[in-house]
């Protein structure tokens, strides 16, 4: 037993190396399909952002003039534009029981996807999930009224309830 307690966190250690990481030589420049601001497939995974809540795909924001537009598609593509499958990296994240997708933490030559989601304002600080995580990208968007922020809109949690599928 005194073996099996010393070698404990090494396994745990070594599981985690490989159990954590979905980056294997067969995703990277896997084809990508992205669905909407925080979620993409690559290659046969569907992936969501961790800690963040964009706006889904046909949500529709008011800009700072009050004119409707469509900030979901907006989210969805400035995903888009940093997006690089050569060059992305994710770490899976815990998820909830519900949850059918991979929640990951993903990267682009070591630059947070859902970080610059959140600085750009085309995504929120999920603090249900993230517990304050983006808190400050996000203070950064508002104050520089950025994406979602240089106008008004509903929260996507708050859009999805109002428009259930």
């Known amino acids: ?23 294997s030589e067969a995703e990277k420049g896997s084809k990508l ?8 497939v690559w290659g046969a995974k569907e992936i969501r952002l961790w800690g963040i809540d964009a706006p889904e795909l046909f949500q529709i924001c008011q800009n700072s003039k009050g004119k409707d537009y469509n900030c979901g598609r907006q989210a969805r593509a400035y995903l888009k534009s940093i997006l690089d499958s050569e060059l992305m990296r994710c770490d899976e994240k815990p998820s909830s ?29 999920y603090t249900f999930f993230s517990n304050g995580f983006y808190e400050l990208e996000q203070i950064e968007a508002k104050k520089n009224k950025r994406g979602v922020w240089a106008g008004s809109f509903q929260t996507p949690r708050k859009w999805r309830k109002a428009h259930p599928r």
């Open 97 to 125: 029981k519900r949850e059918t997708r991979i929640i990951a933490q993903c990267f682009v030559n070591g630059r947070d996807l859902a970080k610059s989601m959140v600085l750009q304002g085309w995504a929120i600080d």
């Open 33 to 40: 399909y992205i669905k909407d601001g925080d979620s993409f």
């Open 1 to 23: 037993m005194h073996k099996f307690i010393r070698f404990f966190p090494v396994f745990i250690f070594l599981f985690s190396l490989g159990a954590w990481s979905l980056v």
